[in-house]
């Protein structure tokens, strides 16, 4: 059995925690920091549940130990929004905002990971088609939605980055 | 689905990972990538004592044009060598595989090195590897040797790498395109779904010399036996001959001779050996298209 | 319909409208509170023991190792749980085959559980779980539903001889004078192989019992009618002793959440030994012990026909594979019994269920509660008669549809569908294919070597649901009702909370009871709160099963909302001194008829009702509150001896047409396209409609083409991971055109009907038909799902002489 320090920057905060060498990331962040937005599916790295970002590129959080990640940037959903410092509101993401308004999601078990994958397949591809958001979401297992209004979401995220005023979702409490 | 106990161990040179390897032998397992070890080690299929991460030691991460070798260190993750300008200039094959290997989130953790020690059958890399004469550099405490992809896989899933030693570089020729010819490549495979591991996969680099005659071609096949195989008989008939849809058609009736498929609980061999003919005949045209488009590019 | 049109035929201002579901915002901040992510002082975790054979006697387990493991406090057998609780509910009369959450003297599938140990942290109760030895002396299994049946069959349940838990032929109508009387039959034999939902979330459960206050607290990740009852019933306590609380987000259900026998092994330890339990299975658990499988059936379908395409006569006997434990599973094969018909005319029916018990995991509620297999088994018959008389699928089945005129129409069962307008549905589906340019062009491409396939399938939904087959099934079983029930009320500040009392699994309870109460109260739709309540503090409801929550809390809903209209009326009757008949409501106003000065608002009669109580009509209860138990429409009946039941309410209908290509190459099966036409009457939220429908289409894609619980020859499940076990990605599920139609249920508060599970009950019917139609040039059929690869290859050239090494 072995115990480690570990220092992660998760959310922007940095983190100083003592974990054992054999929690996995997803346990760590649940468990640990409370950051329960990140789901466990299948512990085997195929769902794609617990996709997280590691240095803005997503990893399953399942199949890589929390120690691994010593040193790293690690971005969850709780990071996708953020308070607005001014109204103290908080503020969600385009991502975040498009999935919501195009019902690209039911339970929303498997939503965080999508959420996640989408933020970096826009970052790089900031106005991708169909068949790219297919393939690089296709890690992200959905077993409500079809997918259908997913892909539509990630669109709809794709154009509020351009023109942020397109979606009026109910107001903010 | 929590593994069992285990020390962690992240050395940070090359050198302490040997000694630690030399120490533990079987109780100590290598973590790169972990895409292929964690899975087991959260099912309790594999039970370390010690888990050697390799991901700070910085003389792996390598991927260098040297001595006309394409070397790769241990350290390189199937994302980096699919974006690296290395890849597609010298080997657009392994580029072009790549992007089967599991999906982004994998394919942005796991290496090129961990898919070949790693050893399934119907894996990209090792069968790409393979019939681009690519060997590895395998390194213990008091032995270095080289061991070519074609003597590296035993069975399924076993190869000749021993308790005390890793794999720290793949290290592929680069061949020049034949003067006034091209060259094409084309890498196909069936999963049941995508980023499935493949039930079969093919891989076939086609040089096409000035006159239009095949100079140089490699073929192989992955998933129809407990190690990729690479199709020799089919190269050996192929060589110096104009490339044409039937030559190919005929030259995938020779693996009737030879294809061994193995039975599985859920695929039938014969299912295995359909698309492993289709495949052959299918991955020539694609390389030979390909070699077209690049010499029509060049010109 | 486009969102304009509906806009314009509607005369709502919320239902029907496009406003996003109100659950979304928690689930994009990720802070939905699923059972995992709920943590409690001294919380323990429990890890169990599977059985690694199908079919074994337990000769002694030794927990003493297990025991000495640092942060154990417990290791839990299947001989302490049988000492302090009674055996899990069987819904069939089954004297002998008793089922606890722990295996009890011999374990009957590989996988089952032995024994649990609980411990302060997972890895330590993992750690421990291994340390404990179980001795087994493996016995002889039985995996094959029919051999099961033979009566020199192992016995899975020695104490019940036989294999058979159920088995009962109806005959409804003259079906052999049918069957003489047509031109010709048809006959043949379909399977259903074993596959289920399989939500991402695995089933998780909290219990905690508090001694001094006498209550099992319960968090967990359920979806199942009758929870709490069975809780108190095995634990052996009142059932007011068990507080199931319902304001856990659950991560996907599609019927399979049903972990009682989960939850009666925690609470049975919460309160043996004094600690707060959870237990989350893993996925190992989950895909080979948590007795979640679907239906696994043999249907052997006879269909009697005229020349001129008629159907006129269906006989169809149905085997199904329970596994080792049926519980609730054999009821799925009663539920077919109110759409055995599917959408057509057929005069006579005889229809015969079997239920077998094997050494496998045991079956559950799946995602359209045994419709899907029986709708592919009757589309399948559909097309293979249209294929005998040289007939289009689409005349057979304009041939023999239940026309809208027929509305209400009893089908032989006894069963009355409400309303429908089937050509109609069918036309739309057409022409959104473009169908008769798509038969043109496979044509075609055909003649080009293609392997191209366009599928009908035109299926019926029942939804609404009742407990009907419990009867049916077990007249001991004498429950002929299924209500739900919403509380809501109007606070001090005229703000308008709701409360239901069960869990929702994405399926947008919050914004259906919120649509209609902004509906019915002329409000707004986002000042109101809908919040999940427990089952000590509710009123009867039984989970959103049977795409029921439309119909019955919809229901519900608006007989609440009314309920408050009404007393509202009576304090401004009384306050403006008028009749009631002569005030009507103007937006949130009261106003009055023949006086135009006379109005009171909203927000003064609220306040007349929470603080002036002395300008209260004389006896009325303070505050505005009501609430409503609705019985589901149609509900209230048993069964006729001859076996005719009035099964559910409602009767959705779609049409749905995908085009598929087969790979020469690989046999894979490709979409090019995939159009649907449906009809689920008055839609409350189109975008919760739509993901339901796509959402079932995915299922049923699963379904088709990829999943399946397979075994070995050692009863050895070899599909245990999501390696295996493949569910279909975005890439397996194809880009869906949808068109809607609506037919409005008379039986209804809005017109509304189910549409929770149609995707599903339709999609594999129309796939096989597909595929099926791409093998027509090869003189070729599948009639098994999920059909692979390697079937479609072996149809196409195997099965040929070996013409495959082209």
Redesign the interface.
Known sequence: ??N?KVQIEVNGKNIEAEV???T?LA?FL?NNLNL??????????????C?VL?DE????S????A??ADGHKIK???G??EINQETGK?E?SNI??A?????G????????GM?L?TE?LLAENPDPT?QE???????????????????EAVKLAAKMNKNSTLVY????V | ??????????PSDLNEVLQTLNLLKDKAKI?SG??SL??V???RLARPEV?V?I?EVKELNHLVVENDYIKMGAGVRH?FAEQSAIMKDYLPLLAKCIPYI?????R??GTVIGSIVHADPSAEIPLVALILDGHLELVSEEDKRTVPLSEFFYGYMMTDLQPEEMVTSLNIPVRSIPVGGSRGTSFIEMARR??DFALVAAAAQLEIDKEGFIYDVRIGLGGVGPAPIRLEEVENFLQQKEPTEDLFIEASQLIKNYLEVDEDPFVPKEYREHVAFRFVQRVLSEALADAKTSYERMS | MTKKEQQNVTPYKWVGKKN???????????????V??IKMDNMHHAALVPSPYAHAAIKSIDTSEALNVPGVIAVVTGEDIVQSTNPLKQYLEIPGVDWYPLAAGSVKYAGEWVAAVVAEDR?IAEDAAELVKVEYEPLPNVLDPEKAMSDNAVPVHDKHPSNIMWQRKFTWGEVESDFNDSDDEIEFRCRWNRNS??????FGVITKWDEGRKILDVWASIQMPQYPEQIAEALKIPLNCVRVHYDV??????GVKRGIKHTVLVGYISKRYGVPVKLIE??LENMRGSDMHGPDRIFDVKAAFDKNGKINSLKMRTIDDEGAYPGRSPLQMGKPIGAIVGAYKIKSVEYEGVAVTTNKTGQVAVRGFGQSPTNFAIEMAVDKVAKKLGLSPIEIRKQNFIQPQDFPYQIPSGTTYDSGDYPAVLNKALKLANYEKLLKWQEEERKKGRMIGIGVATCIEPGGGNALFEPLLNPKNDKTTFPESCQVKVDQKGKVTASIAFSS????HQTLVATILAEELNIDR?DIRVVYSDSLSSLPSQSPVASRMAIVLGGATSGAARRIKDKMIKIAAHNLNEPPEQLYWDGSTVKCNNNSHKELTWDEIVKIAHITYHKMPEGMDPGIQSQFVLEVPTGGTLPTPDGKVQMYPCYSFSAHIPVVELNPDTGKVEFLNYYIADDCGTVINP??V??MV??????GIGAALYEQFSYDNNGQMIAQ???DYL?P???E?P??DIVKHCTPSPLTSMGQKGVGEG?YMSAPAAIVNAVNDALVPFDSEISHVPITPYDVIQKIFINKGGTHIV
């Open positions: 059995m072995s480690h054992s060498g054999r996995h346990d649940r329960t937005g990140t789901h466990i599916g299948c512990e085997h790295g195929v769902c794609g549940c996709t590691m590129e997503p990893i399953r399942c199949i890589i130990l120690v691994q969850t959903v709780e996708m929004s908080r969600l975040q905002k999935f919501w308004e195009g019902h999601l039911q339970c929303g078990f498997c939503t965080p959420l994958t970096a169909d958001i297919r393939e690089a979401l296709s890690g992200n297992i959905c077993r409500c939605t079809g997918y259908l209004q997913i892909v979702l109910p107001e903010e | 689905m929590k593994p069992v106990d285990f020390d962690y161990v992240k973590l972990g895409q964690l899975p080690l959260n099912m888990v991460d991901n994302s599991g999906h982004s989130q994998i942005n953790r995508e980023g | 996003p579901p109100v659950e979304n915002h928690r689930f994009v901040l990720g802070s939905g509170t699923y995992d992510d890895f939902t399989v939500p991402l979330e695995t987000d659950v991560g996907g259900s599609y893993d996925r699994a994405g399926q947008g986002d975008d919760i739509k993901g796509v959402g079932g289409v995915a299922h991971t999501f390696m569910l990605s975005t890439m599920v880009h869906i995707g």
